[in-house]
């Protein structure tokens, strides 16, 4: 079992910046990736970004053609905390930000690929 447990949501004005960070506790977190998703009112639940790492430590990262250039994600393995930095925010970044672990090798771009979701931090971007 892993839970996670997200923070830094708010409120900022479009063109802002924003740090959310996911807190894991459980079984072992460096061997699993994680990703970050989010879900806006009325929308499905979209994939934001993804990171994983392999036996010599190389990490991957991915994100969605949406956020990519102004969001960045990492992990920290000894503190066992994933971090999503946002910048350049939009009204349409507007959601309910979840972080998300999954067992297997390789990133996750699609949320059935996760066993383990912590409960959401919400952002909001103001224009």
């Known amino acids: 079992q892993v839970q996670l447990v997200e923070s830094g949501g708010g409120l900022v004005q479009a063109g802002g910046s924003l740090r959310l960070s996911c807190a894991a506790s459980?079984?072992?977190?460096?061997?699993?990736?994680m990703g970050w998703f989010r879900q806006a009112p009325g929308k499905e639940r979209e994939f934001v970004a993804a990171?994983?790492?392999?036996?010599?430590?190389?990490?991957?990262?991915d994100y969605a053609g949406s956020v990519k250039g102004r969001f960045t994600i990492s992990r920290d393995n000894a503190k066992n905390t994933v971090y999503l930095q946002m910048n350049s925010l939009k009204p349409e970044d507007t959601a309910v930000y979840y972080c998300?672990?999954?067992?297997?090798?390789?990133?996750?771009?699609?949320?059935?690929?996760?066993?383990?979701w912590g409960q959401g931090t919400q952002v909001t971007v103001s224009s």
């Open positions: 990171i994983t790492w392999n036996n010599d430590y190389t990490t991957y990262a």
């Open positions: 998300a672990a999954h067992p297997d090798c390789g990133l996750g771009y699609t949320g059935s690929e996760y066993d383990y």
């Open positions: 459980g079984r072992t977190f460096s061997a699993y990736g």
